[in-house]
């Protein structure tokens, strides 16, 4: 049985990486998938060969959540996915003492405002129903201190936040619209490239970055999805305001045996 059959789900940031995956697993899973992304191209080509339903999609707009409202006005799932890191063009300092104020305020428009606008559209397209699943990807780096990517984390971890606050404005009015944040942490995913870089020091550079994490490996796109699978599916009709940590057992402590 397709456990989406029918659901009109709207995934943010879908051109690639995590959000194409969730698009393909929903769709394979009977939904009826919207692909949005800023990316036009490229988001068009995805849901070309998903075979689903692509619009464009500035999370940082309004105007244009205001225009998805008015060609998507009701939808069953939503998964607030598009975000950066503030690396995309090249590594810049983003700690607590170098990071500028404009670069601050880049990484937190798109991650946090993204997702702000993302939920309220989702409550909107959901509440005539009173029933939906809102999905925030956030991450990792929104559970700790990252010293190099101090706009990140902080965007992250406003995610996490947002979306208790969200699952328990729904319930307070009797909706039965559920909210729950993701928080992916090495996924190997384009997001990744500034950092991995090219050349024959890119697999030292991969297994460094993996190195403290308890199973040793980056994870996969289709890992993050299936998650998100169970919380957009009417199996998690109980899980709201809650998070899923998907990170190899890095939280969990260390994986070392004693010398």
Known sequence: MQRLKDKTCVITGAARGIGRAIAARFHDEGALVVVTDIDEAN???????????????????????????????????????????????????????????????AVHRVNL?????????????????????????????????????????????????????????????????????????AILTPIWEPMLGEGPDREARMTALVADTPLRRFGMPEEVAAIALTLASDEATYVTGTEVNIDGGLLAGSAASPG
């Not at 244009?64 to 607030?80: G, H, I, K, Q, T």
């Not at 996915?81 to 170098?98: C, I, L, W, Y």
């Not at 309220?120 to 991450?139: C, H, L, Q, V």
Request: aromatic share 6%; hydrophobic share 40%; net charge negative.
């Open 113 to 185: 405002d993204g997702t702000f606008l993302g939920c309220r559209y989702a409550i909107g397209a959901m509440k005539a129903s009173g029933a939906g699943s809102i999905i925030n990807i956030s991450s990792r780096s929104g559970l700790v201190g990252i010293p190099g990517a101090a706009a990140y984390a902080s965007s992250k971890a406003a995610i996490r936040n947002h979306s208790k606050t969200v699952a328990l404005y729904c319930a307070q009015q009797g909706w039965q619209i559920r909210c729950n944040s993701i928080h992916p942490a």
């Open 43 to 105: 988001g068009a080509d995805t849901a070309a060969q998903i075979g689903c339903r692509f619009e464009p999609l500035d999370v940082r707009e309004e105007g244009d959540w205001s225009r998805l409202a008015e060609v998507v006005p009701v939808a069953d799932v939503v998964v607030n996915n598009a975000g950066v890191t503030g690396f995309e063009t090249g590594m810049t300092a983003h700690d607590p003492e170098h990071a500028s104020l404009a670069d601050w305020r």
